[in-house]
Nanobody, 124 residues
Framework: QVQLVESGGGLVQAGGSLRLSCAAS????????MAWFRQAPGKERDFVAH????????DYADSVKGRFTISRDNAKNTVSLQMNNLEPGDTAVYYC?????????????????WGQGTQVTVSS
């Protein structure tokens, strides 16, 4: 198993930036593809970004392309999400997920491990 803990959320004005981090412990972090999803009140958990085991392949939801960057440091067992030019529509609880596979995927059900989430609120 792998345990995940997110941090870095907060309140920011539109146009601002935040950097989320997800620290992993337990089994070998580098065997997992990682992803960020988000869930707004009353809505489903939606894909944001994913990254492959090695970190060489990433993909993003259309709504965040060009604004968000996912990265990982396998030596430090962390995955990060740099969020720039934030919009009120980005307000949600952000979750990191781990999937025992080589490549990431936007499919929610592929991720067997989740953190507790971190709240991001963007004011207009």
């Amino acid at each position: 198993q792998v345990q995940l803990v997110e941090s870095g959320g907060g309140l920011v004005q539109a146009g601002g930036s935040l950097r989320l981090s997800c620290a992993a412990s337990g089994r070998t972090f580098s065997r997992y593809a990682m992803a960020w999803f988000r869930q707004a009140p009353g809505k489903e958990r939606d894909f944001v970004a994913h990254i492959s085991r090695s970190g060489s392949i990433t993909d993003y939801a259309d709504s965040v392309k060009g604004r968000f960057t996912i990265s990982r440091d396998n030596a430090k067992n962390t995955v990060s999400l740099q969020m720039n030019n934030l919009e009120p529509g980005d307000t949600a609880v952000y979750y990191c997920g781990a999937a025992d596979r080589i490549l990431g995927t936007p499919v929610l059900g592929a991720y067997g491990y989740w953190g507790q989430g971190t709240q991001v609120t963007v004011s207009s």
